[in-house]
């Protein structure tokens, strides 16, 4: 039986085309991915993530705790600041990619992939049953006691302030600088507000309790309208980051695949003392690996590249060299665009690489990361 | 949103519209498949000379989503296709039953458009 956010009936009544994922019964698009897309690129989009998981982690211990299994240095946050990070297994690979914030210096709120629940808590619960100082971290895993939303997009911060009027800790809402994170009121409730999200836009990301969901949703909605805001499903949601490169999880990110290998390195603090997969990661940071995630555009005219599709080089001596993990028409660039990995000495921008597509293969190359930046 | 379904055509289960004039029958994608695809980037036309059977995959057509089979309702030889619309995919959407055609097919057993579905009978299925 699929799982529904308490956001199922808006979804339904806004016409939402509801498919799987991750468990979850989602709108995929509400009118056109391709709509949908080019208003969070010009305007705003409304998306509910309250597939999301939540994990609380308090205790005088919980900073330590998170810093000996996640990548990123959680140290560096002050309380109301965020960061990405991932979660790595003894052999690098990535168990899960999450947002961490710091509520308070004893208070983590950590936000993870809906399909990595199950995994998460597992793991956490394992690594938390040998943990010296045990007794001083609570691990609480919320997920069914908050939901959320994404409200994203360039005119955001023009209407945001009319559904959270009230100040937190001296500031409005759109003083809120990106990954920092503060606790609002809507309609006397307390509720947290994020300035992130997946789409390369400026944004906010809204968690709350489930029966708040769909009163802030409507507000937004309808404060939004006026400013082209438009609700947005699943499929925007991933052209959106697959042309900023960000990378989902199942897709860039496996057990099998390592933060370095996906590019994300930038977020693998080595400076900060032991966590969980450091050594295998200090290695291929020193030594390089053997596969290297690239982000390409189609240079023939083709069919939109997709997951699994073969990679080719390029030339007389073409083969066989890697696989597509994410790939779509850019609605902004109009051009098959997409992701995967390939070994290192292909990675260079510019080289030319060939698509398998239905058994035709087509041209490529491999360009800069983001594929799309804002002008 | 109703779908169109013009009183002129056959239909294949398979949301295929059939368009006959002698023994050459034009095929298309219907309003209610073009509208549950959206965005149509990229039109895959067969070849023309190729002899497909009725069922047969013979083209694709892919929204930004994803990649859908189409299946030729009739059997015969592909004897025409239709540039345009692989030129200008979004024809799909905007002129399902017009521009936005797909192939024409010289029918080898013309008994077979009997058996597909009848406007009415298309309609009760996708309504």
Partial sequence: MLKRTPLYSTHQKLGGKLIE????????????????????????????????????????????????????????????????????????????????????????????????????????????????????????????????????GPKVAKFIPEIFPEKAVNAVVTDLKKNQIAQ???????????????????????????????????????????????????????????????????????????????????????????????????????????????????????????????????????????????????????????????PPEFGKVGTAIEIEIRGKRSAAAIVKKPIYQKS | MSSQVPSDLKYAKSHEWVRVAGDVATIGITDHAQHELTDVVFVELPAVGRKVKAGEACAVVESVKTASDIYSPVSGEIVEINKAVADNPALTNTAPYGDGWFYKVKLAQPGEVNSLLSPGDYSKQIG
């Fill in chain 1, 184 to 342: 609002f009121k809507f309609e006397g409730e307390p509720v947290y507000v994020a300035r992130t999200g997946y789409t390369g836009e400026d944004g906010f990301e809204i968690v709350t309790v489930p029966e708040l969901l769909i009163p802030i949703w409507n507000k937004l909605l309808e404060a939004g309208q006026p400013f082209g805001l438009k609700p947005c499903g699943l499929g925007a949601r991933d052209t959106l980051r697959t042309e900023v490169c960000y990378p989902l999880y199942g897709h860039e990110l496996d057990e099998a695949t390592t933060p370095i290998e996906a590019g994300v390195g930038f977020f693998v603090a080595m400076d900060k003392g032991d966590f969980i997969g450091r050594s295998v990661l200090a290695e291929q940071r020193a030594n390089g690996t053997k596969k290297k995630l690239v982000a390409f555009k189609m240079t023939d005219k083709s069919a939109p590249p997709r997951p699994h599709y073969p990679i080719w080089s390029s030339g007389p001596e073409a083969s066989k060299i890697g696989e597509v993990v994410s790939g779509t028409q850019s609605p902004s660039l109009s051009v098959g665009i997409g992701m995967g990995y390939v």
């Fill in chain 1, 21 to 152: 994922f991750g468990g979850w019964e989602m709108p995929v698009q509400y009118t056109s991915i391709v709509d949908e897309h080019l208003a969070v690129r010009n305007a705003a989009g409304l998306f509910d993530i309250s597939h999301m998981g939540e994990i609380s982690v308090s205790g005088s211990g919980a900073g330590d705790f998170l810093n000996s299994l996640f990548t990123n240095n959680i140290r560096k946050l002050t309380a109301g600041q965020g960061q990405y990070t991932l979660m790595c297994n003894e052999r690098g690979g990535v168990i899960d990619d999450l947002y961490a914030y710091c509520l308070d210096p004893n208070n983590f709120l950590i936000i993870i992939n809906a399909s990595r629940i199950d995994e998460d808590v597992a793991w956490l619960q394992s690594q938390w049953a040998t943990f010296a100082r045990r007794d001083e971290v609570q691990l609480r895993n919320v997920s069914d006691q908050f939901g959320a939303i994404a409200v994203q």
